[in-house]
């Protein structure tokens, strides 16, 4: 996996490093990012976000709308980010509107936790499926493979019958040759 600092974001998006500060801050919860120690690094899906984050901007859309586009859109919600949002907007002076948006996000994370959750089902119903299926294949295969060696069997014993038979048949006509139907009948 890809590590990558916060100066290492702006040029891949192709914004400033303070806008990428910005948008770092403001969007946190869609932010995959690693602490290591007291050091902070990006994942490289950060990018991804922020590409999209801009994409956003440059149609003018607002911060909440960007917010609700993100959750739409899939993007995984880093439900760390969105406690310490909501714990940062009951604790500081911040606008009223802060603390909605935050909220807001709170529901997204967990409609989003929610549907992953009923994806994950989905994904466990499928691979049991799957499994079952497999294991069907296999019976399969373990019985196609026993009638493959009886038909073998079978072969090499009707390979020696057929050699027994052209035995009998050359132990007859060495008999019938010496008989006396043999000769009227023109057999040697």
């Not at 990012?33 to 901007?57: H, W």
């Not at 959750?71 to 802060?98: N, S, Y």
Request: net charge negative.
């Amino acid at each position: 996996m890809d590590l990558l600092r916060k100066k290492d974001l702006h040029s891949p998006v192709g914004v400033p490093k303070s806008t990428v500060a910005d948008w770092v801050e403001d969007f946190s919860v869609y932010i995959p990012k690693v602490k290591q120690g007291s050091v902070i690094y990006y994942k490289s899906e950060t990018i991804d976000v922020l590409k999209f984050i801009k994409l956003c901007r440059e149609q003018h859309y607002q911060k909440p709308q960007i917010m609700q586009m993100l959750a739409d859109k899939g993007f995984p919600i880093t439900v760390e980010e969105a406690v310490e949002d909501v714990r940062r907007a009951m604790e500081g002076d911040t606008p009223r509107d802060t603390l909605l948006t935050v909220m807001q996000t709170m529901g997204q994370a967990m409609t989003e936790l929610t549907g992953q959750n009923e994806r994950l089902d989905g994904h466990d119903k499928v691979l049991k499926t799957l499994s079952e299926q497999q294991n069907g294949q296999n019976e399969r295969m373990e019985s196609i493979e026993k009638r493959a060696d009886e038909i073998e069997i079978l072969k090499q014993d009707m390979e020696a019958l057929r050699q027994e038979l052209a035995a009998t048949k050359e132990e007859l006509n060495e008999r019938n040759s010496g008989s006396f139907f043999g000769r009227i009948f023109g057999r040697k």
